[in-house]
């Protein structure tokens, strides 16, 4: 009953486990590390999409929006536009922290504000749906207590946009990079792990962005 129930209201994984132990049960759903051998495959999906992402940059993100693969273009964007010792002075790469950090990539994105606000709710969604966890409502608190951050983010905003896409503007100096991004996740996963990994795929919005990526992208060989 207690599985029938959390499957007509589709909770997570993660959830169904802790209704089980409250219910008196153990859980059934195993929480495998990234890199366990039963998720070989699961590895080699996750690199053959960051791959076909190129040039443009794909990144692997945990439930707290940690940052556990990258693709080459993702690198090559962070290491155009971001200082490496002041990244690494923040921690371990976490997506939302890289663009709400002032040393990071906040005063590269032209439409900050706009793009900031949506991800700041998805924070907020995150932490009201117990997703995310204490670790992703701590790193929503670190956010909102940066610099001049509106009052107004500090609420869940039930009426905010939840567009399947976003749009964001990287500038410097001669580079302007404008993108789409989608977040998309694995299909019909039976591991935590996977149910909770999201890739975050960056597409160009003009034709001005796709020849300045590929100006930032090595030469082929020959």
Known sequence: MVLLLARALD?????????????????IY???????????????????????????P????????NVLQVNEGSARVQAHFLDADAVAALGPPNAMRLMFHPRAFR?????????AASLI????????????????AGLLQELLAYPDVPRQWRSLDLDASTAPFLSIEFRKGDVSLRYFTT???????????????????????DAE?????????????G
């Open 58 to 65: 794909a990144l692997v993100l945990d439930r707290h929006w």
């Open 121 to 136: 709710q998805w924070l907020h969604r995150d932490v009201a749906s117990g997703l995310g966890g204490e670790e992703t």
């Open 11 to 27: 909770i997570p994984l993660r959830g169904r486990n802790d209704l089980l132990t409250a219910a008196g049960y153990a859980p």
């Open 183 to 205: 977040l998309t996740s694995l299909g019909t996963p039976h591991d935590i792990t996977l149910q909770e990994v999201r890739i975050e795929s960056f597409f160009p919005a």
């Open 30 to 56: 195993r929480e495998s590390a990234l890199d366990a051998p039963a998720l070989a495959q699961a590895r080699r999906a996750l690199a053959l999409i960051l791959r076909q992402q190129e040039p443009y």
């Open 107 to 115: 005063p590269h994105i032209v439409n900050w504000e706009p793009t």
């Open 209 to 221: 962005t796709e020849a300045q990526t590929g100006r930032l992208a090595p030469a082929p060989p």
